[in-house]
């Protein structure tokens, strides 16, 4: 009976096989999902920014356990609306200013539906020509929109690839200065590596060195000042290289960036490169927001002295209309990072690999196969064109000036570093009962967030704070692809608001 049972149930089942990749159901859903999520757009402003939901609260709405039987793209989607959209923050909403932005755009959408509608496995050029050779194209293309020099292109000796992320790149990059110092200085050394960044540098250097086995006591984070607008001074680095020579340590690596996460501070490239050229330590530029409107010639100072670095990243998944994930690197010398990243196991040998003359950017990366993302920047490119992405940068470092202008006009706000992109730093600067900043630090950070958190309760926009020489700060960054000068305008009344809330209760 048990058997006969099985029999009847495999039956069943079979009943209800679908083909899984059928291109006439696939084009009916996909014409469905298109329409969900324009609507989606259309209707954006209406959701309540960041999500309001508690955390566990999706458990509590799904099953247990995963259907049986297939459901309907229809009841999918019902529940997709019902549960799934509460608990999304908006990035894409144009009352958007958190972190920084994640610019989506048609082209950047649709370049992913062909990214993923393809599918290929990119680990080396043998498994999908087109997705190697695109993404060298579209990085050389990339880079002469930088006016990056030749060296790091393809077209000299250099190159670029596509990865997820700078976690990743900067890990990346580490582990090939590692590598090459370790080869001049012995494998003992590796104790004796030290990392260098500033008090403002992103944490995923520290990460990164953490993965690529730097001694925790050999990282420096070397502090910032007011006085250089929180750059790193070329003269402290100095300072602490030599300090570190003198106790018999290896200077390896320098992560410089331009365009810190806190408050877009500019660490100074060419005198950095020329600190590092003296100890033989690889430099590194992290532009990862900023250095998207590098390709405006009026911000493009902002990486003078790159030919001294030894790599550079900025993510074109933040500022620059493509989807999360693309982070663009460029190296000098590509063979160190083949040479520290690369694995040539027989069930990967070619004729083309072997011959090289090919890239395989499974030697470029940490991960052995790689998403077609070349796809989506290349759509970009074409579809917007060097023109309207530098007008479209633009609009929105208009739109900073704007809001910084609003804040300077209300003296009980100031401006908390200076402005060099799309990004505004500024705090409530005094409150009732003679309350200064000056002799009043804690109660003031403390109403500074209270203010944050009752803006991004209101839902209406959401915004990020930093805390940076121990002054608690609200940071304003512009740079959604719908955000326009009456949501700008509308957020500064809705911190207005919020501000007059919390000044009655005091």
Known sequence: MGSLKVDHELENDSHMMV????????????????????????????????????????????????PYYPESIETILQDLQKYIIPGITHWQSPNYFAYFPSSGSTAGFLGEILSTGFNVVGFNWMSSPAATELECIVMDWLGEMLMLPKSFLFKGNGG????????????????????????????????NLVVYGSDQTHSALQKAAQIAGIHTKNFRAIKTTNSNS???????????????????????FLCATVGTTSTNAIDPIGPLCEVAKDFNIWVHVDATYAGSACICPEFRHFIDGIEGANSFTLNAHKWFLT??????LWVKDPSALIKSLSTNPEFLRNKATDSKLV????????????RFRAMKLWLVLRSYGVANLRNFLRSHVKM??????????????????????ALVCFRVLAWPNNISVA??????????????????????????????????????????TLTEERHVIRAWKVIQENADALLSKN
Not at 459 to 476: E, H, L, Q
């Open 359 to 370: 890239v395989d950017y499974k030697d470029w990366q940490i991960t052995l196969s790689g």
């Open 323 to 328: 989807t999360l994930d693309c982070c663009c």
């Open 400 to 421: 900073a000036k704007l809001f910084e202008e609003l804040v300077r006009n209300d003296n009980r706000f100031e401006v908390m570093a200076t402005r060099n992109f």
């Open 439 to 480: 002799n009043h630090v804690e109660p003031v950070n403390e109403q500074n967030k209270k203010l944050l958190e009752s803006i991004n309760e209101s839902g209406n926009v959401y915004m990020s704070s930093t805390v940076v020489d121990g002054a608690y700060i609200i940071r304003c960054a512009i740079g959604a």
């Open 160 to 191: 670029g690839v596509l990865q997820g992320t700078t976690c990743e790149a900067i890990l990346c990059t580490l582990a090939a200065a590692r590598d090459q110092m370790l080869n001049q200085r012995g494998s003992e050394k590796l104790e």
């Open 230 to 252: 929180f750059g790193l001074c070329p003269n402290s680095l100095r300072d602490a290289v030599h300090a570190d020579v003198e106790a018999g340590l290896v200077p390896l």
């Open 19 to 66: 083909n899984p990749l059928d291109p006439e159901e696939f084009r009916r859903q996909g014409h469905m999902l298109i329409d969900f999520i324009a609507d989606y757009y259309q209707n954006i402003e209406s959701y309540k920014v960041l999500s309001q939901v508690e955390p566990g609260y999706l458990k509590k709405l799904l099953p247990e356990s995963a």
